[in-house]
């Protein structure tokens, strides 16, 4: 399968925790982006990587989160002192650039964090 | 900011029915427009895409979406639904020629009933 590729794709953690998500991009792809989805809503935009650098970060990313990607191909997504709004569905998405066109992103499967 | 309207939240529909969801957005510039699928336990994926061009696009599976200048609009269509199209619907928007990050609306549930 060459697709996105997350893990773990279930994490339970107790409250005050730290937690780690990976994501392995389809290979050819130098876009690499997080979003998260809650129960009954559209995912929401995180944060978006171009090759190793990361352009935009969203007010939702508060200070206990920080995502890397140190050599421009997988990416990960650390919470620190986890809290229960924390909990939600961490989706990874990848897409390449053709000419000056972004391309569509492709999703991976997501990582389920459960907050006790 | 940019912002995606859904204002199906639960379709219920019998197989061979008709299908249209809608999807307003709000944005004053140049958008690109997209539907995703999610079927129960998948991850979502792309159903179609209007970048340019014809503002009728035919995506897979026999969906298709035409894009409304006028009304900030950019519905979903089938003809004739089956109930292997019983999943969660999204329409999202970003911005062409700037911030690639897409928003989605709220989604929209379908489930056929064969």
């Known amino acids: 399968d060459t697709g996105v590729s997350q893990n773990p794709r279930h994490k339970i953690t107790k409250r005050g925790q730290n937690v780690t998500f990976r994501c392995d991009p389809i290979?050819?792809?130098?876009?690499l982006y997080w979003y998260r989805q809650t129960l009954g809503q559209g995912p929401e935009f995180l944060t978006y990587?171009?090759?190793?650098?990361?352009?935009?970060k969203s007010r939702l990313l508060s200070d206990r989160f920080s995502a890397e990607r140190p050599k421009g191909s997988f990416s990960t997504l650390e919470i620190q002192r986890t809290e229960q709004g924390d909990s939600a569905m961490y989706l990874c998405?990848?897409?390449?650039?053709?000419?000056?066109?972004?391309?569509?992103?492709?999703f991976g499967d997501g990582t389920r964090l459960s907050i006790l | 900011a940019q912002s995606v309207s859904q204002h199906n939240h639960h379709v219920i529909l019998s197989e061979a029915a008709s299908l249209e969801l809608g999807c307003n957005y709000s944005?004053?510039?140049?958008?690109?427009l997209f539907w995703y699928v999610q079927y129960p336990g998948q991850h979502l994926q792309l159903l179609l895409k209007?970048?340019?061009?014809?503002?009728l696009v035919k995506g897979i599976k026999g969906f298709e979406a035409e894009f409304i200048k006028s009304k900030f609009s950019f519905n979903l269509r089938k003809p004739s639904v089956q109930w292997s199209d019983t999943a969660e619907y999204f329409c999202?928007?970003?911005?062409?020629?700037?911030?690639?990050?897409?928003?989605f609306g709220t989604g929209t549930r379908l489930t056929i009933i064969p």
């Open positions: 998405a990848s897409s390449s650039i053709m000419g000056d066109s972004n391309q569509p992103q492709h």
């Open positions: 290979s050819e792809h130098n876009r």
């Open positions: 990587f171009q090759n190793e650098a990361q352009l935009e």
């Open positions: 944005y004053g510039g140049t958008v690109n």
């Open positions: 209007y970048f340019s061009g014809d503002p």
């Open positions: 999202a928007v970003n911005e062409d020629f700037g911030n690639e990050k897409l928003t």
